[in-house]
């Protein structure tokens, strides 16, 4: 199965204001674990993930690089690894059709790593999340950490559903590794 992870809210814990720097990079409770468990079960994980902290000018790709060193570390440190990780830098204002809700950087992993659509699944705790993973008709789960929680209560829109909800990523990967 082809694992796409959306990072900020999935894997740490997302920032109103971005995280910027390394020291800013906090994971989740349980989340490193969680993608170990999918690297043993043999599962391709990608993670794809928008980064418009370094088109609107926050930071640079450079320090980019440097987070996701602790990141790449941290989950190492766990058993786990990322087959690849791909992210858009554009701003909202200047949306191309990688940056999500677009279905680009999706497109991206599956060329990467051929997979039928029904094996393929998004994790994420955004709207945009899911509606890329609809556009391109793979299976979604929406975290209720980091934005998860307000996006579910917002209500979710008929074109994205069906969606499952699991509070976090632990509990994701569990219901997607039961026998």
Request: charged fraction near 30%; hydrophobic fraction near 40%.
């Amino acid at each position: 199965m082809l694992i796409l992870l959306d990072r900020d809210g999935v894997i740490n814990h997302d920032r109103d204001d971005f995280v910027k720097s390394p020291d800013e990079f906090q994971l989740i409770e349980g989340s490193a674990e969680a993608i170990a468990k999918l690297h043993r079960a043999g599962h391709k994980i990608v993670v794809v993930s928008n980064q418009s902290g370094v088109g609107r000018g926050l930071f640079d790709e450079t320090m980019l690089q440097r987070i996701e060193q602790k990141m790449v570390s941290e989950i190492r440190a766990s058993g786990g690894h990322f087959d690849a990780m791909i992210y858009c830098f554009d701003p909202p204002w200047a949306a191309t059709d990688r940056r999500k809700p677009e279905p680009g950087m999706l497109k991206e992993a599956l060329t990467k790593f051929p997979t039928p659509l029904n094996d393929c699944i998004l994790i994420g705790d955004s709207l945009r999340d899911l509606q890329a993973a609809a556009k391109m008709q793979i299976r979604r789960i929406l975290l209720r950490s980091g934005k998860g929680e307000r996006t579910q209560s917002d209500g979710l829109p008929k074109d994205v559903l069906p969606v499952t909800v699991c509070e976090n990523l632990a509990e994701a990967v569990d219901k997607l590794l039961a026998p």
